[in-house]
Structure formats: structure tokens, C-alpha cells
């Protein structure tokens, strides 16, 4: 996979206690980037589908689950 280089600002303590306990930054920076992004797309998605979310819900809701008369527990 491609990288690309890029600045990052961290604070001081932060960056001498990361060395201290031999933690890559780098490493560590593109996990905490990658849980970020995964996060925002999920608040993305759940925003875009919010409405019919809500619908689907009203429905089971006032008429119950469809297809609920063969479920077998």
C-alpha cells in the first residue's frame, strides 16, 4: 500500500512518553486516524439514513415485526 508523508503536532510529553515506552508513532497515528475515519462514516451513514431508519422503526413498531408468525423462538 502507497504512503504518503505528512506532519502531525503532537505535544511534547506525549511524543517523549511514546519514545520512552518504544510505541511507533507512526504506527500508532495511522490507528487512531483509521478509528477516526470509521467513526465519522458511521455518523455519515447513520445521518444519511436516519429517516428511513426511523420509518422502518414506526413500522415494527405499529404492525410488528413482518413475517413474525414463523419465527421459531
Known amino acids: 500500500m502507497r504512503r504518503k508523508s505528512t506532519n502531525v ?5 506525549l511524543v517523549d512518553e ?4 518504544g510505541v511507533n508513532l507512526s ?3 495511522e490507528v487512531g486516524v483509521a478509528d ?4 465519522k462514516r458511521a455518523e455519515v ?3 444519511e ?4 431508519l426511523e420509518s ?3 413500522f415494527v413498531e ?10 421459531n423462538f
Open 9 to 13: 503536532t503532537l505535544t511534547v510529553a
Open 18 to 21: 511514546a519514545k520512552a515506552l
Open 27 to 29: 504506527q500508532a497515528a
Open 36 to 39: 477516526a475515519v470509521a467513526r
Open 45 to 47: 451513514w447513520l445521518a
Open 49 to 52: 439514513n436516519r429517516e428511513a
Open 56 to 58: 422502518s422503526n414506526a
Open 62 to 71: 405499529a404492525h410488528g415485526l413482518p413475517l413474525a408468525q414463523y419465527r
